[in-house]
């Protein structure tokens, strides 16, 4: 009886194609919600934790090309630090600069800012994890926070209208 529940239920979905869509869509925002908090709470943790002096070994801007179709696609900045620290003797090495990873972005701007801030041979203050001081980074925020925000609600609102059947055929 269930069986044949979910079997009705799939072919409805495959009938219309467009609900399938959006249900994809709405899964893809409540796994970027859960990613978000969860990067989030390493944040409220990483609050506290305690910083020691580094030092930047190399710092460089790269640049690549994606490519979108027939308009040739666009190119993507990034910037690229790593950096050296010591914790209770031991050196670590690191290229986590925000929490949450790097930043990518078509506009070149917010990579050389960064390149700016940390060019090579400056000294910085590292914030790493006393439970585990491999883990570490020099800015304890969330790179690229509003876009997360931004794109599950987009996606959550055009998933639901999808699959609701208020746009598409």
Not at 41 to 64: C, F, M
Not at 94 to 123: F, H, I, K
Request: glycine share 12%; hydrophobic share 40%; proline share 4%.
């Amino acid at each position: 009886m269930v069986i044949d529940g979910l079997q009705i239920g799939l072919s409805g979905l495959l009938e219309r194609p467009e609900r399938l869509m959006g249900l994809l869509m709405m899964g893809a925002s409540v796994f970027a919600v859960i990613r978000h908090h969860l990067l989030r709470r390493k944040l409220e943790a990483a609050l506290d934790w305690p910083g020691t002096v580094g030092q930047i070994l190399d710092s460089y801007h790269d640049t690549h090309r994606a490519h979108r179709g027939l308009d040739g696609g666009i190119t993507i900045q990034t910037s690229r630090i790593q950096y050296s620290y010591r914790v209770d003797g031991v050196t670590y090495t690191s290229d986590v600069v925000a929490l949450g990873g790097n930043y990518d972005t078509s506009e070149g701007t917010p990579a050389r800012e960064r390149l700016e801030r940390y060019p090579v041979g400056a000294q910085v203050e590292v914030y790493y994890n006393p439970q585990n001081p491999e883990e570490a980074c020099l800015e304890r925020e969330i790179e690229g926070e509003w876009l997360i925000v931004l794109v599950s609600a987009v996606f959550l609102l055009v998933g639901s209208a999808l699959f609701l059947g208020m746009i598409g055929s």
